[in-house]
């Protein structure tokens, strides 16, 4: 459970890119992208990014296991349309 980058790290690289590859003009989520290639950052398959790997667990425990746009909770039986639906929906678990 060590992999992930600490958080200083992550903000290090990110300055490193902006600092280094400013000239190409990243957008926000380009910046993203790359974070993620380099490993500071892990992305789910619905686009959410995390910093460390418990916080990514956790939520891709809430993706049922056959179908990723379904909720994993038993009594929810909810299925999104699409991964912002899916989104969507975990603020009303909270
Ligand atoms: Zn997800
Ligand atoms: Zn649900």
Do not use: W
Not at 64 to 85: I, T
């Amino acid at each position: 459970m060590n992999s992930s980058a600490p958080p200083c790290q992550v903000e290090h690289i990110a300055r490193d890119i902006l600092m280094t590859e400013a000239s190409k003009r990243f957008s926000g989520s380009q910046i993203a992208d790359e974070l993620v290639r380099r490993g500071a950052l892990i992305k789910c398959d619905c686009g959410i990014l995390f910093r460390d790997q418990p916080m990514y667990y956790l939520h891709k425990s809430q993706h049922n296991e056959k179908n990723p746009l379904a909720c994993s909770n038993e009594k929810c039986n909810f299925v999104a349309s699409d991964y912002k639906e899916f989104m969507v929906h975990f603020f009303k678990h909270k």
